[in-house]
């Protein structure tokens, strides 16, 4: 045995870094003499690893005991990595003390779990140290700027030590390719873009030992990155032009060639077949688990199939899918993916009607979940887009309030959060509610103030805003959240400024502060102070609008004549059988009965007219004339009739009189 391990031996020492194969065959010849020669086992496990065959070397290490096991540790742990056993790999490898190889795969893993703190903070440790093998360092750099892109695209950029990219983050495309990344991610497109345009153009010296389809694969997912940036800029031409040059069956990796197929897809100006968009996603083939998406990436694709499933009007399953999963996470949330999911939950509701409509179909759900942010978010959004703006401040403010008499810390975190205290104040300025926003930002900075990571813009809003107050109270909130700032980041210059203002008017012991701050000279040697004064008072866009809209009312008033209404001119209305050559009939504006050629139809009806016509003389006038003339017995009774005691004649005036 002896004997056999000085053959392997030696043979190692003459092998070259190209020599795996006939490493791997020594070793098996070694291993037919001794199955339990450790140094043998040992080497064979290391040249299945430059073979890249990962379960191979896995399948030795397990029959090769608990004592390769502890020998091959770095080696476990880094086969159990690449064949996506990371949890496993990572554990094996945080045990290896003192091992920079150790630390490398432990990064690693951590990164594929999606725990980029760690990982970030393992590469800041190692960048710190000095490297034993060649480009090393440059290997941190790289994977240290994946891990910080990751981190800003989980919204935790505020452990990220660095943010802007540097002279070396321009070297290698990889470097570029990182920091592209790490700018989209905080939403700075315009910067995103010229980094992945001169990540293409970099230096690809790494790139000189592999085929040209190797270098394709290698630079189409920066392609993907970069359609991803023109349709978010709004760039559509561009957009279109570079999608008809991805070819998405060309990308080796199916997590890249699933996020190509979509940003194609994104990319058509119109979605024109709906129906074939939907299949296109859905038919994706499983990845094998060396090959996830990560958290983000898995979460904009369950979207992208929430709206393919709207377009093709499957509004029932969209309710289905979402409610299951808000359900297993009930709101309030800060998430952006579940608040997202509420959002599709409404528009499938509202079977994606929007305005009155809209806004009709989604109010009694939000009577059911009126701490659902995503739901109010698109409330409020419909009452804007209908030029309701008191609406929307009322049901914001309805939801805050829930959000207040809550009694869970969550929820708090949520009342406010920056993302929401931001909406508020934009609403309260469009109103012009100064002192809403006054009240709102002190609230937020004296809950947040108090807290160990405080969201710095938010401290930095509200503190620029109670400072201008003359209020006691206001001035002392103000120095207490520029102490904050002062102490968490000293070279700050807006806490810097901040803090001195805070304190002018209570101390003069910020003399010294205030020197280190830009002089006030270099700050206004730009101003034109004679076109300042010909300008006149700075208004604020409210008070201009007002303006503008009282003079536009008195020049109206003063040049503008009132005009007369006009009246409206009706449609002559002619008789079908009108000649203009017949005079028209006089008795035309008579009603029918009246006229002269009404003749009643029936016997009746004639009698009725003779006995009405005008001019005619009553039945009673012949008993009257022959009372008068003589017949004393009918005149007699017609005078006992009429009237008692009266006498023969008048007796008509008679009966007149008694009624009156």
Same mark, same amino acid.
């Given at each position: 045995?002896?004997?056999?391990?000085?053959?392997?031996?030696?043979?190692?020492?003459?092998?070259?870094?190209?020599?795996?194969?006939?490493?791997?065959?020594?070793?098996?010849?070694?291993?037919?003499?001794?199955?339990?020669?450790?140094?043998?086992?040992?080497?064979?496990?290391?040249?299945?690893?430059? @073979?890249?065959?990962?379960?191979?070397?896995?399948?030795? @290490?397990?029959?090769?005991?608990?004592?390769?096991?502890?020998?091959?540790?770095?080696?476990?742990?880094?086969?159990?990595?690449?064949?996506?056993?990371?949890?496993?790999?990572?554990?094996?490898?945080?045990?290896?003390?003192?091992?920079?190889?150790?630390?490398?795969?432990?990064?690693?893993?951590?990164?594929?779990?999606?725990?980029?703190?760690?990982?970030?903070?393992?590469?800041?440790?190692?960048?710190?140290?000095?490297?034993?093998?060649?480009?090393?360092?440059?290997?941190? =750099?790289?994977?240290?700027?994946?891990?910080?892109?990751?981190?800003?695209?989980?919204?935790?950029?505020?452990?990220?030590?660095?943010?802007?990219?540097?002279?070396?983050?321009?070297?290698?495309?990889?470097?570029?390719?990182?920091?592209?990344?790490? /700018?989209?991610?905080?939403?700075?497109?315009?910067?995103?873009?010229?980094?992945?345009?001169?990540?293409?153009?970099?230096?690809?010296?790494?790139?000189?030992?592999?085929?040209?389809?190797?270098?394709?694969?290698?630079?189409?997912?920066?392609?993907?990155?970069?359609?991803?940036?023109?349709?978010?800029?709004?760039?559509?031409?561009?957009?279109?032009?570079?999608?008809?040059?991805?070819?998405?069956?060309?990308?080796?990796?199916?997590?890249?060639?699933?996020?190509?197929?979509?940003? =194609?897809?994104?990319?058509?100006?119109?979605?024109?077949?709906?129906?074939?968009?939907?299949?296109?996603?859905?038919?994706?083939?499983?990845?094998? $688990?060396?090959?996830?998406?990560?958290?983000?990436?898995?979460?904009?694709?369950?979207?992208?199939?929430?709206?393919?499933?709207?377009?093709?009007?499957?509004?029932?399953?969209?309710?289905?899918?979402?409610?299951?999963?808000?359900?297993?996470?009930?709101?309030?949330?800060?998430?952006?993916?579940?608040?997202?999911?509420?959002?599709?939950?409404?528009?499938?509701?509202?079977?994606?009607?929007?305005?009155?409509?809209?806004?009709?179909?989604?109010?009694?759900? @939000?009577?059911? =979940?009126?701490?659902?942010?995503?739901?109010?978010?698109?409330?409020?959004?419909?009452?804007?887009?209908?030029?309701?703006?008191?609406?929307?401040?009322?049901?914001?403010?309805?939801?805050?309030?829930?959000?207040?008499?809550?009694?869970?810390?969550?929820?708090?975190?949520?009342?406010?959060?920056?993302?929401?205290?931001?909406?508020?104040?934009?609403?309260?300025?469009?109103?012009?509610?100064?002192?809403?926003?006054?009240?709102?930002?002190?609230?937020?900075?004296?809950?947040?103030?108090?807290?160990?990571?405080?969201?710095?813009?938010?401290?930095?809003?509200?503190?620029?805003?109670?400072?201008?107050?003359?209020?006691?109270?206001?001035?002392?909130?103000?120095?207490?959240?520029?102490?904050?700032?002062?102490?968490?980041?000293?070279?700050?210059?807006?806490?810097?400024?901040?803090?001195?203002?805070?304190?002018?008017?209570?101390?003069?012991?910020?003399?010294?502060?205030?020197?280190?701050?830009?002089?006030?000279?270099?700050?206004?040697?730009?101003?034109?102070?004679?076109?300042?004064?010909?300008?006149?008072?700075?208004?604020?866009? @409210?008070?201009?609008?007002?303006?503008?809209?009282?003079?536009?009312?008195?020049?109206?008033?003063?040049?503008?004549?009132?005009?007369?209404?006009?009246?409206?001119?009706?449609?002559?209305?002619?008789?079908?059988?009108?000649?203009?050559? $017949?005079?028209?009939?006089?008795?035309?504006?008579?009603?029918?009965?009246?006229?002269?050629?009404?003749?009643? $139809?029936?016997?009746?009806?004639?009698?009725?007219?003779?006995?009405?016509?005008?001019?005619?003389?009553?039945?009673?006038g012949d008993a009257g004339a022959a009372a008068s003339s003589g017949g004393k017995g009918g005149g007699g009774e017609g005078v006992i009739k009429a009237a008692a005691g009266g006498g023969g004649g008048?007796?008509?005036?008679?009966?007149?009189? /008694?009624?009156?």
């Amino acid at each position: 045995m002896t004997s056999e391990a000085r053959t392997l031996a030696a043979l190692l020492q003459r092998a070259s870094i190209d020599d795996h194969e006939e490493i791997l065959r020594a070793c098996n010849a070694s291993l037919k003499q001794s199955k339990k020669d450790l140094r043998s086992l040992h080497a064979k496990v290391v040249a299945l690893l430059k @073979l890249d065959r990962y379960e191979d070397a896995l399948h030795v @290490l397990e029959d090769g005991g608990e004592s390769l096991k502890d020998e091959a540790r770095l080696e476990r742990s880094y086969a159990l990595y690449k064949t996506g056993q990371l949890a496993e790999a990572e554990r094996i490898a945080q045990r290896i003390d003192d091992d920079r190889g150790a630390r490398h795969v432990e990064a690693q893993a951590l990164y594929r779990l999606e725990d980029f703190e760690r990982s970030a903070l393992l590469y800041r440790e190692l960048s710190q140290t000095h490297a034993i093998i060649d480009n090393e360092e440059n290997d941190i =750099r790289i994977n240290g700027g994946a891990a910080d892109a990751q981190l800003e695209w989980t919204s935790k950029g505020y452990l990220v030590h660095k943010k802007k990219p540097g002279r070396e983050d321009l070297e290698a495309f990889e470097l570029a390719y990182n920091a592209a990344c790490a /700018s989209i991610a905080r939403g700075e497109l315009a910067q995103g873009e010229v980094l992945l345009r001169r990540s293409q153009g970099s230096d690809t010296s790494a790139l000189d030992d592999l085929t040209h389809a190797e270098k394709v694969a290698e630079l189409l997912p920066i392609q993907v990155q970069q359609l991803y940036v023109l349709i978010r800029l709004g760039k559509s031409e561009d957009a279109v032009k570079l999608a008809s040059q991805i070819t998405p069956k060309d990308i080796t990796d199916g997590s890249t060639q699933q996020v190509a197929e979509i940003n =194609r897809i994104a990319a058509s100006e119109q979605v024109k077949n709906p129906y074939l968009y939907h299949r296109i996603v859905n038919a994706a083939a499983p990845l094998p $688990k060396t090959d996830k998406l990560f958290t983000v990436q898995l979460n904009q694709i369950d979207q992208d199939r929430l709206v393919l499933d709207l377009l093709i009007s499957k509004f029932g399953g969209v309710i289905k899918s979402t409610n299951k999963t808000l359900s297993e996470n009930p709101p309030p949330t800060t998430s952006s993916h579940l608040n997202s999911l509420s959002v599709l939950n409404a528009a499938a509701h509202a079977q994606g009607q929007l305005g009155k409509i809209g806004i009709k179909h989604m109010l009694p759900l @939000l009577e059911k =979940r009126p701490l659902d942010v995503g739901l109010a978010m698109v409330v409020i959004q419909l009452y804007m887009l209908t030029n309701n703006n008191g609406s929307a401040a009322t049901v914001l403010e309805s939801l805050l309030k829930h959000l207040e008499n809550s009694t869970s810390a969550h929820d708090q975190d949520v009342r406010f959060a920056p993302g929401l205290v931001a909406t508020v104040v934009s609403l309260y300025t469009l109103q012009g509610r100064r002192k809403q926003i006054k009240t709102e930002l002190a609230k937020a900075a004296t809950y947040w103030r108090h807290k160990s990571k405080p969201p710095r813009s938010l401290l930095e809003a509200a503190g620029l805003t109670l400072v201008e107050s003359s209020k006691p109270d206001d001035q002392a909130s103000a120095q207490d959240i520029f102490n904050v700032l002062r102490q968490e980041d000293p070279s700050s210059k807006i806490a810097a400024a901040g803090y001195v203002a805070a304190h002018a008017f209570s101390s003069t012991s910020v003399a010294g502060e205030a020197n280190t701050l830009t002089p006030v000279s270099r700050l206004v040697a730009d101003i034109d102070t004679s076109a300042l004064e010909e300008a006149g008072v700075l208004q604020s866009k @409210l008070g201009l609008d007002a303006a503008a809209q009282a003079a536009a009312t008195r020049k109206r008033a003063l040049d503008e004549k009132p005009k007369p209404a006009k009246k409206r001119l009706r449609k002559s209305r002619l008789p079908k059988d009108y000649d203009a050559s $017949k005079a028209p009939d006089p008795e035309r504006w008579l009603p029918l009965k009246e006229r002269s050629s009404y003749r009643p $139809k029936g016997k009746k009806g004639r009698q009725k007219v003779a006995a009405l016509t005008q001019g005619g003389v009553e039945k009673g006038g012949d008993a009257g004339a022959a009372a008068s003339s003589g017949g004393k017995g009918g005149g007699g009774e017609g005078v006992i009739k009429a009237a008692a005691g009266g006498g023969g004649g008048g007796k008509a005036k008679s009966k007149k009189k /008694s009624k009156k």
